[in-house]
T-cell receptor, first 116, second 116 residues
Framework: AQTVTQSQPEMSVQEAETVTLSCTYD???????LFWYKQPPSRQMILVIR??????QNATENRFSVNFQKAAKSFSLKISDSQLGDAAMYFC?????????????FGGGTRLMVKP | DTGVSQDPRHKITKRGQNVTFRCDPI?????LYWYRQTLGQGPEFLTY????????KSRLLSDRFSAERPKGSFSTLEIQRTEQGDSAMYLC??????????????FGPGTRLLVL
């Protein structure tokens, strides 16, 4: 079974600054994928970034990047140049091949507040 | 808008009543997932379909929960004899799973259920 843990229930960042959200996971699988999803207030969840476990290079998507530490089973999200629109719940999630399709296992979430 | 849609968006019911939720996936998406999200938590996987086949249902919370996806298009999630503990957000997601590495789940806005 997979577990995902987000140890920061809330984080705040000043607009234009950088913030890092933490995530640790546990899995016995060798082929797995990791994700960060964003859930704005009263809006649907959207994918921010994904990381394939077999890739050593950290994924980046514009202002969003990850620090994937496979041995430590750590997967943090860095948001650079934070914007007011980044305020949301952020969920770390994992999946692995052939387990109920690609069912996602989510962490408990981190609420990010962005101060103007 | 060609995203995932869910109906209704909100449902208030009395304990013991049956409720049914509908999810319309993105056109041509072959996989459809149901998740439950309780307040302050990350989503929890319930079941999924590959086309019209329900390939995993062991995570449904009890035998009061059932799901269908006739003809591989829209899906319904039914909860019979609702209990107060069923109060939650029910999320639907769909994906085009050609091969696992490229699968991205697109989420709908959810149906928020309140059982009185």
């Amino acid at each position: 079974a997979q577990t995902v843990t987000q140890s920061q229930p809330e984080m705040s960042v000043q607009e234009a600054e950088t913030v890092t959200l933490s995530c640790t996971y546990d899995t016995s699988e060798s082929d797995y994928y990791l994700f960060w999803y964003k859930q704005p207030p009263s809006r649907q969840m959207i994918l921010v970034i994904r990381q394939e476990a077999y890739k050593q290079q950290n994924a980046t998507e514009n202002r969003f990047s990850v620090n994937f530490q496979k041995a430590a089973k750590s997967f943090s999200l860095k948001i650079s140049d934070s914007q007011l629109g980044d305020a949301a719940m952020y969920f770390c999630a994992s999946t692995h091949l052939y387990n109920a399709g690609n069912m996602l296992t989510f962490g408990g979430g981190t609420r990010l507040m962005v101060k103007p | 808008d060609t995203g995932v849609s869910q109906d209704p968006r909100h449902k208030i019911t009395k304990r013991g009543q049956n409720v049914t939720f509908r999810c319309d996936p993105i056109s041509e998406h072959n996989r459809l997932y149901w998740y439950r999200q309780t307040l302050g938590q990350g989503p929890e996987f319930l079941t999924y379909f590959q086309n019209e086949a329900q390939l995993e249902k062991s995570r449904l919370l009890s035998d009061r929960f059932s799901a269908e996806r006739p003809k591989g298009s829209f899906s319904t999630l039914e909860i019979q004899r609702t209990e107060q503990g069923d109060s939650a957000m029910y999320l639907c997601a769909s994906s085009l799973a050609l091969w696992a590495a490229q699968e991205t789940q697109y989420f709908g806005p959810g149906t928020r259920l309140l059982v009185l």
